[in-house]
């Protein structure tokens, strides 16, 4: 069990492309699991991939089930996805509040597919394989986002709808 730093906004490993993990299981890829879900969880988080802890690879975890910092979100079962490959299913979109475990203290309102299908391969090598609505969806985007390089802020349509969570007065998590 290890907490490990985040990384946060500014770190130019978070604008990499992660890389694919060639073999499922393997001993190294059971570390960085534990390691990423206790960091998670150290942290209060929803989600969290793997290029946050500084390692290229393209893995995230994620998991909602009673979060202080998402107090009105739906319950999202506790999953490890390697490889992910998302698919949006219509062309629905909807702006919900987003923060970012490396985009400490901040929220932005961020437009994201309502609805999408995804797969990937849990810590065994077995299949997952999902279509998900609503906070599940969002968080999935968002952390597939991460091995893209992507955070969260260059998803804003409107500056004015990002700002500090303890002064922002609107913001209501997703
Ligand atoms: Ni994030």
Same mark, same amino acid.
């Given at each position: 069990?290890?907490?490990?730093?985040?990384?946060?906004?500014?770190?130019?490993?978070?604008?990499?492309?992660?890389?694919?993990?060639?073999?499922?299981?393997?001993?190294?890829?059971?570390?960085?699991?534990?390691?990423?879900?206790?960091?998670?969880?150290?942290?209060?988080?929803?989600?969290?991939?793997?290029?946050?802890?500084?390692?290229?690879?393209?893995?995230?975890?994620?998991?909602?089930?009673?979060?202080?910092?998402?107090?009105?979100?739906?319950?999202?079962?506790?999953?490890?996805?390697?490889?992910?490959?998302?698919?949006?299913?219509?062309?629905?979109?909807?702006?919900?509040?987003?923060?970012?475990?490396?985009?400490?203290?901040?929220?932005?309102?961020?437009?994201? *597919?309502?609805?999408? /299908?995804?797969? %990937?391969?849990?810590?065994?090598? #077995? &299949?997952? +394989?999902?279509?998900?609505? @609503? $906070?599940?969806?969002?968080?999935?985007? *968002?952390?597939?986002? /991460?091995?893209? %390089?992507?955070?969260?802020?260059? #998803? &804003?349509? +409107?500056?004015?709808?990002? @700002? $500090?969570?303890?002064?922002?007065?609107?913001?209501?998590?997703?």
């Amino acid at each position: 069990m290890a907490i490990r730093t985040i990384l946060k906004m500014g770190d130019p490993r978070l604008l990499a492309i992660a890389a694919p993990v060639r073999r499922i299981p393997s001993p190294e890829l059971e570390t960085l699991l534990t390691d990423m879900l206790d960091t998670m969880a150290a942290h209060d988080g929803a989600g969290l991939a793997a290029v946050q802890i500084g390692v290229p690879l393209r893995v995230v975890v994620f998991g909602v089930s009673c979060n202080p910092r998402y107090p009105e979100a739906a319950p999202v079962p506790l999953t490890c996805l390697i490889n992910p490959v998302i698919t949006p299913l219509g062309a629905a979109t909807e702006d919900a509040w987003e923060g970012c475990l490396s985009v400490p203290g901040l929220r932005g309102l961020v437009p994201r *597919h309502a609805a999408i /299908h995804y797969i %990937g391969y849990d810590a065994a090598g #077995r &299949l997952i +394989d999902r279509s998900v609505t @609503g $906070f599940h969806a969002r968080v999935v985007q *968002h952390e597939c986002d /991460h091995l893209d %390089g992507i955070l969260y802020p260059r #998803r &804003l349509r +409107d500056l004015r709808q990002f @700002g $500090f969570v303890d002064a922002l007065t609107t913001a209501r998590p997703a």
